[in-house]
Nanobody
Framework: QVQVVESGGASVRPGDSLRLSCAAS????????MAWFRQAPGKGREFVAA????????LYADSVKGRFTISRDKTKNMLYLQMDSLKLEDTADYYC??????????????????WGQGTQVTVSA
């Protein structure tokens, strides 16, 4: 089982950039698909982005495509989410998740078995 811990959440202004980090630990973690999800106040959790063991394999939600970039550093067992041009509607708790099957790049939260505690991102004017 992989353990993941998020960090980097902050309060920012619209148009700002922010980078979230996720530290992963556990056996064979580099073989896992990693993803970011978010949950806004009063709403359900939604998919943001995912990346496979082949770091060229990525998937993004339409709402963040072109603004967010997911990446991973296998040498450090780290996952990142670079968020640019932040909008008010990006306000949410952001969660890192891991799926043992690194060949499956999915936005379905049910395939991800390891979850972090979340890091809060607030975008306000």
């Amino acid at each position: 089982q992989v353990q993941v811990v998020e960090s980097g959440g902050a309060s920012v202004r619209p148009g700002d950039s922010l980078r979230l980090s996720c530290a992963a630990s556990g056996r064979a973690v580099n073989g896992y698909t990693m993803a970011w999800f978010r949950q806004a106040p009063g709403k359900g959790r939604e998919f943001v982005a995912a990346i496979g063991t082949n770091t060229r394999s990525t998937l993004y939600a339409d709402s963040v495509k072109g603004r967010f970039t997911i990446s991973r550093d296998k040498t450090k067992n780290m996952l990142y989410l670079q968020m640019d041009s932040l909008k008010l509607e990006d306000t949410a708790d952001y969660y890192c998740a891991a799926n043992w099957d690194g060949t499956v790049i999915s936005g379905n939260e049910r395939v991800y078995k390891s979850w972090g505690q979340g890091t809060q991102v607030t975008v306000s004017a």
